[in-house]
C-alpha cells in the first residue's frame, strides 16, 4: 500500500511539473497578450501621474513613458473611440458625449464597432478578448439597445452604463443588467474592475493569447475615493503655474470670458477637486499591483504588453478655467502613455509626438495583423517599443473638437445667451457651439508648435510656439512668420480631410513636404472649414 500510495504520489508530481512544463511553454508559443489599462480625465501636464508610485515602479520604470502623447479630441466619447478605431474624429464621427453626437448610437454601432480593433483581434488574430469598466458615454442607453447590446470583438463584456461612477451603478455582464449599490466592500467600482479583471486572469483559457480592456473610472469626477484613501493628500492644492488664474488675453472669446481673478469659492473647489482627482487615483495604484503580480504569478508577465493611458487631460484653474477638458491646450489633450512588454528596455523615455489613434495599429501589429488591411489613421508604435534604428516618424498630429451649447440660456449665466454650456455660478462658461476648431500639433527637430483655428465670426486663429512659452500664454497668430502661418493653414486643411495613409503624410517642417498655396486661400481668406455635420 505505501509503495503503491508512493508511486501515485510520485505519478502526480510528474504530471503537475508536465502540465507546468507545458503551460510555460505554450505561454512562450503563443503571441503576445495585451492589457490596456485607461483612465478617464487623467491630466499629465498638472502632475496627474505622481499619485501612482506603484503604477510608475511596476510600468513606466520597467518599460517605455512617452512623453508627447496626445489625444485627437479633449473629450471623453470622441477620444475612445479614437482609440477603438484607430480614426480621427472626422472618420469616425463620434464627435460628442451625446447620442445625437454619435456617442455610441446605433450608427456607431453599425458602421464603426465591427471594425474596432479588439473586433479584429478576436475574429482575426484568435484572442480572447475582456472589457470591463466604462465604454463609451451613452453605451446602455434605451433608445441604442440598452445593455443587452455587446459590441462585437468581446468574449467577455463587463461594461459600465453610460458615465463614470463610483457607486450605485449597473453593469452589463455579457449583455446581462448587474446593479451594484454604495457597499464599499462588493461595489466600489475600481475594486470591482480590478476583482473582475484577476478572475479573467485565474480562469480564461491558457491556449490562446488574450487581450485585456480596463477602463477605471477614476479619476473623473464625482472623485469619491476609497474610504482608506479619503485623507491621502490633505496637503496638496491644485498647480499654480504661470498660466493659472490668469486672464487668457488674445485667445478664444470662451477663454477671455472666464473671470479673472476667480474668487476665493472657485479655487477652494478646484483645489478640492484636484485633491480628490489624485485620492480616486490611489485604488487604480492598487489595481496595477494586483494585475502585473497575477501576471507574474501566471508565468505571463514577460509574454504581455501593458499600456496605461488617459482618455483626455484636465485643467483646474488655467486661464481662470475652473475645471473641465475640452479645450486645445496642453492641459487638455496631452496623455500619460506608459508600455511595458517583451523586448522594451527599461527606464526609457520616448520625445516622439504620438497619439492615441496610434493603440489600435500597435496593438494590431504585436498581434501580427497586416495593418494595410486597416483604414486606421494612426501608425504602431511597435518600432518605437522595439528601439528600432532610423525609424521615420512623423512631426504633427491632428487635434479637433466640436463645441456643444444649449438652446436657451443656462439660468447660472443669462448674460452670455444661448449657445453655452457647462457654466459655473461665477458665469464661467467651458463650453460653447462656437468652441468648434481643429489644430495642428506639430513636433520637428526645430519647431515644438501648435496652430488651431476655430469655426466661428471671429475666424480666430491661435499659434503657440512651446519652445518659448510652454504654458501658451501668448498667442503668436499675428507676428509669426507669414510663410509659416500659410503653411500651417495648409497642413491643417489636408489633415482635416485625411483619411487611412494619407493623414501619415509628411508635415509642414519634414524633408519630403509639399506645399502647394494655391490650393489654400478662397476669395474669403484662410477661412476654417467646417470640422462636422450636425446631422450624422
Known sequence: ??????????????????????????????????????????????????????????????????????????????????????????????????????????????IQEPFTFPAILKSMCGYQTFFAGKYLNEYGAEDAGGISHVPPGWSFWYALEKNSKYYNYTLSVNGKARRHGENYSVDYLTDVLANMSLDFLEYKSNFEPFFMMIATPAPHSPWIAAPQYKKSFQNVSAPRNSNFNIHGKDKHWLIRQAKTPMTNSSIQFLDDAFRKRWQTLLSVDDLIEKLVKRLESHAELDNTYIFYTSDNGFHTGQFSLPIDKRQLYEFDIKVPLLVRGPGIKPNQTNKMLVANVDLGPTILDIAGYDLNKTQMDGMSLLPLLRGDANVTWRSDVLVEYQGEGHNSSDPTCPALGPGVTHCFPDCVCEDAYNNTYACVRTLSSSWDLQYCEFDDREVFVEVYNLTADPHQITNIAKTIDQEILEKMNYRLMMLQSCSGATCRTPGVFDPGYKFNPHLMFSNHGTQPRRLFTRSL
Open 1 to 110: 500500500m505505501a509503495r503503491a500510495a508512493a508511486a501515485a504520489s510520485a505519478w502526480t508530481l510528474r504530471f503537475l511539473l508536465l502540465s507546468s512544463a507545458l503551460a510555460l511553454a505554450s505561454a512562450r508559443a503563443r503571441k503576445p497578450n495585451v492589457v490596456l489599462i485607461l483612465t478617464d480625465d487623467q491630466d499629465t501636464y498638472l502632475g496627474g501621474m505622481t499619485p501612482l508610485k506603484k503604477t510608475n515602479a511596476l510600468i513606466a520604470e520597467m518599460g517605455i513613458t512617452f512623453s508627447n502623447a496626445y489625444v485627437p479630441s479633449a473629450l471623453c466619447c470622441p477620444s475612445r473611440a479614437s482609440i477603438l478605431t484607430g480614426k480621427y474624429p472626422h472618420n469616425h464621427h463620434v464627435v460628442n458625449n451625446t447620442l445625437e453626437g454619435n456617442c455610441s448610437s446605433k450608427s456607431w454601432q453599425k
